[in-house]
């Protein structure tokens, strides 16, 4: 089966490159089509930037438009910057207006001017309405079209556009029909079962109720919230002064939810958004950057070691085990990051909680610091048949592992309450302190047995 | 500020435990309705087990049943095991059909049974239903309330159950009118668009479309690539012979996908649904069962040095540099998980794009080697004075990071294509592979160096 994959796989690849190669347009559509979106876009981000924007330039602007749609975020932007801009503008009208804004905010401002000059006047400027706003707010989220109509219309405009309304309704499933007065300002909203009840010519302001709304700069955190204590599937957004801008569906929040989640959980890795279809030196320098603020951290934590020099040439078999501390107690303090990085995600932890948390994570420190020092102080012991070596290396990561449990567990605390993001931080932070500590519970418990240990 | 509210929010503290002692049912109840709900299970997990059981067995069931279905999984089944079962029942039966079977799901058999044999009939029977179905499958995430009609039923009473209908509607909103025929076999389904269209007389079976529906056995996977293709908020759920058997919201789908995201985020850290609020022999338990196999790896890695004990002790420097470059090793192989985690997640990469991959990830390695290479290097000959040391770290760093950042790229490709989980397995593998190798490059690298190194 596998086989059969590869074989399948590689022969579509190959077929695809001879059509871009003689840029036979039928081919490649047609190539792209008998394909599933997910298998198209892995095709794309396997290619070179040259023969990407070869294939997208042969393919038709709507068929384009909907790969893009399906594409992550920084794929997405790298499917249009290499484009000629015309027919980069081309397959822009053809995405929503969402996806517009949110590849003009990340396309470099020359060639997004460009690209919006050439696009048609009316999609060009809704695009611009958009990238006003941050993108994780709900100016940033909301869709511009939205379902709405004059407190003067009657119930029957209503209802006759619902029965015509080509996909209008569809589009806007979710969305109640909104009311707005004369000057564009939000007064109220009508449910189905208000319109089916009244007449057809009853005026949409004498059964309409107070709509819920929120301001263009309301954030992420703040929707979720408001969705998470609300059934409804959209809410619609208003300018200061109580004009209709547009309406956050249920199901856009959701992905930007999962992207901000998942963008986190990338953030320990110090990796953000990167895909290996970006030029590798911008790769290496992305990852570069992280990595050698992380040498100062290693050279503070192995400092220590140097401090030690003399004990450790005199029982060189700590050596061996200096490094088995440090990871084992970083692994137990990663735990207990884990634990309060869900908990302050959840909300059942708070920045006030720390020394509940401390006292909670104190007593599972030594429980597990007991184990763990015994069963590694037994491998010390049994393998150079010296107790004393057992009981230094058993005694120090049990202490570690009590330390590292400990700040573990508090530290995303701490960082949140002076406002640093705790999944970036916490990692390095306890990996430095629970080596730097481990290091010195071994090498100078390691002093005090010294004449012990070499008897 | 952060003052303030920690004032309030000791005041709040020892005002509910004041009413939960002398058990003053409406203090608690106001103290509890005066907070957030989020505010609330905080309070609830901060608290022990028995005082927890008490606030519970004080509030009115409702009020209990709403705090539980905020409540993540294991709290919320930790807030109903301790109570007695004839409360449990009262508060079960206030819950929605699918917590009420997560909660009985994970809740220990005997007490599962006491508490459904005291909840009214129907109530257990559906939960019973649901009970048959895997979680993580569409018959695990349907709700059992579907809007139905059969189709000899009239277009009039749709319109006349949407008016009506009390709650029906607002709660089957994402549904469509679903229709039956005489066997409750679902056979079609029919629009707003086409209910408003026709007179009140038709009967549904002329207007109705064809439904699209799922087997109760569908999984999450196949769910969430279903709802990603298509626009519609919910899809009916049927058996092997086409009853129907309830409805998949959007909304249950993406909360469902989110949870399981979640805990694959945390399954790196091996602490899975950990909550502070379980019991400290458990927790300890829950983490040690991973640490004591991480010693292994530990002892495999450490193993190396012990191997070249003899030069370690003739350049003692060299202990300092070992952590130095297996800890940076690690981070950079962990960079290339990263990326390749979340491109197997987006579907960008696929098992067999490993040589792909690979070579990517090589051209990352050399650049990121080389520098770090020097920067460590560097750092070693200003510290001791010799250009030797130098050279013998800053090769063994680059080759390590070289190796590091292949296996981490390519690692969750293959355990994927074992049928492994790679959130899972890749960091211990990565982190036991990159400890040994870097061990070995330093310690082997040195002994090659050794007569310069001691000049």
Chains 1, 2 share one sequence.
């Not at 709900?138 to 405009?157: I, Q, R």
């Not at 939000?186 to 009840?197: E, I, N």
């Not at 909300?347 to 184990?371: A, C, M, Q, S, Y």
Request: proline share 3%; hydrophobic share 45%.
């Amino acid at each position: 089966m596998a086989d059969l994959n590869e074989k399948v796989d590689s022969e579509i690849e190959d077929a695809l490159q001879d059509a871009i190669e003689v840029a036979d347009e039928r081919q490649v559509a047609e190539i792209v089509e008998s394909i599933s979106s997910q298998e198209a876009l892995r095709q794309v981000s396997l290619m070179k930037a040259d023969e990407r924007d070869q294939l997208i330039s042969i393919l038709a602007p709507e068929a384009a438009a909907e790969l893009i749609e399906e594409a992550p975020a920084e794929l997405a932007v790298a499917m249009i910057e290499g484009l000629e801009t015309s027919v980069a503008a081309k397959i822009m009208e053809e995405l929503q207006t969402d996806t517009q804004a949110d590849i003009v905010q990340e396309l470099e401002k020359e060639s997004a001017e460009a690209i919006l000059s050439a696009m048609d006047r009316e999609s060009a400027e809704d695009v611009r309405k958009l990238t006003q706003y941050q993108p994780d707010t709900a100016g940033g989220l909301m869709e511009l079209e939205v379902f709405s109509f004059l407190d003067s219309d009657s119930v029957g405009t209503v209802l006759t556009r619902l029965v015509e309304g080509d996909e209008a309704f569809e589009r806007h499933r979710g969305q109640h029909p909104y009311i707005l007065d004369q000057y564009g300002r939000l007064v109220g909203v009508v449910s189905l079962r208000g319109l089916l009840r009244s007449k057809r010519s009853v005026r949409l302001e004498d059964i309409m109720s107070p709509a819920l709304a929120v301001q263009a700069d309301t954030s992420l955190d703040e929707l979720v919230t408001l969705f998470d204590e609300n059934p409804f599937l959209g809410v619609p957004v208003v300018d200061k002064r109580g004009g209709l801008l547009g309406a956050v569906s249920r199901r856009e929040l959701t992905e930007a939810e999962m992207v901000r989640a998942e963008l986190q959980s990338l953030s320990r890795q110090q990796v953000g958004d990167e895909l290996r279809s970006m030029p590798i030196l911008l790769r290496s320098r992305r990852r570069l950057s992280w990595l050698s603020s992380n040498i100062v951290l290693n050279i503070i934590a192995a400092s220590v070691i140097a401090a030690y020099e003399e004990t450790l040439s005199a029982v060189i078999a700590i050596a061996v085990f200096l490094p088995m501390v440090s990871d084992m107690s970083g692994c137990s303090g990663n735990q207990a990051v884990g634990v309060s990085m869900r908990e302050l995600a959840l909300g059942l932890t708070r920045p006030i909680d720390l020394f509940h948390v401390l006292k909670k994570e104190f007593g599972v420190g030594i429980i597990n610091g007991i184990v763990l020092g015994i069963l590694i102080g037994g491998v010390a012991w049994a393998w150079k048949g010296n107790g004393w070596l057992g009981l230094v290396i058993g005694l120090a990561l049990a202490l570690n592992t009590v330390v590292a449990v400990s700040i573990g567990g508090t530290v995303p605390l701490l960082l949140k309450r002076f406002g640093i993001d705790p999944a970036v931080a916490s990692g390095p932070l306890l990996t430095t302190v629970t080596d730097m500590v481990g290091f010195f519970l071994v090498l100078s418990i390691a002093s005090l047995f010294m004449t012990q240990l070499l008897s």
